[in-house]
């Protein structure tokens, strides 16, 4: 997993690791099972607000332990086999889109499942993320529920969180 520091956007492209709310954990998720606990997941958005409620989504609901980087070219450099649990990346960034970001990945972990998310639901753009081989294609404003299944699917498949919560 690679070192959790938080450096200005500018200088290394990431946007924020994962942080605790204002005044710690909230009260309404303190009983709730976290699906994604001991999960990494890398975020690419170059929108703030998408990243952060991304961020929210996956880390302060899900219990997932977080990277967000607005810079695809940077973010690809803390991929390796088996250091992300998997990846969400929207499709038009700078200095890459995200379908190429996801060949350029799959090169080092073929195995990574990318889900990719995008303003703009294009057939083209379908297509360009199922030929990079992305596992799911989620449509900006991307719903709590819809974004946290997708995730959960990918990397728990069968459901285990759900026997180990019980």
Same mark, same amino acid.
């Given at each position: 997993?690679?070192?959790?520091t938080?450096?200005?956007?500018?200088?290394?492209? @990431?946007?924020?690791d994962r942080?605790?709310?204002?005044?710690g954990?909230w009260s309404?998720?303190s009983?709730e099972p976290r699906? %994604?606990a001991?999960?990494?997941? @890398?975020?690419i958005?170059?929108?703030?607000a998408t990243?952060?409620f991304v961020r929210?989504v %996956?880390?302060?609901v899900?219990? !997932?332990?977080?990277q967000?980087y607005?810079?695809?070219?940077?973010a %690809?450099q803390?991929?390796e086999?088996?250091n992300?649990d !998997?990846?969400?990346?929207?499709?038009v @960034?700078?200095s890459m889109t995200?379908?190429?970001?996801?060949?350029?990945?799959?090169?080092?972990?073929r195995?990574l499942?990318?889900?990719?998310?995008t303003a703009?639901?294009s057939?083209?753009?379908?297509i360009k993320?199922?030929?990079?081989?992305?596992v799911?294609? @989620?449509t900006?404003?991307?719903?709590v529920e %819809?974004?946290l299944s997708?995730?959960?699917e990918v990397v728990?498949?069968?459901?285990?969180?759900?026997?180990?919560?019980?």
């Open positions: 997993m690679p070192a959790t938080t450096r200005p956007m500018e200088e290394s492209g @990431l946007v924020m942080q605790r709310s204002p005044g954990r309404y998720l009983d699906p %994604l001991g999960r990494y997941v @890398l975020i958005e170059d929108d703030r990243a952060n929210f %996956l880390a302060e899900g219990g !997932a332990q977080v967000v607005c810079d695809p070219a940077i %690809l803390t991929v086999p088996g992300w !998997a990846v969400v990346t929207d499709i @960034l700078p995200g379908s190429e970001f996801t060949r350029r990945a799959h090169r080092i972990d195995y499942p990318v889900i990719t998310m703009f639901p057939l083209a753009n379908r993320s199922a030929k990079a081989d992305s799911r294609f @989620l900006k404003p991307v719903p %819809l974004l997708s995730v959960l728990d498949p069968f459901g285990n969180w759900i026997r180990e919560a019980g």
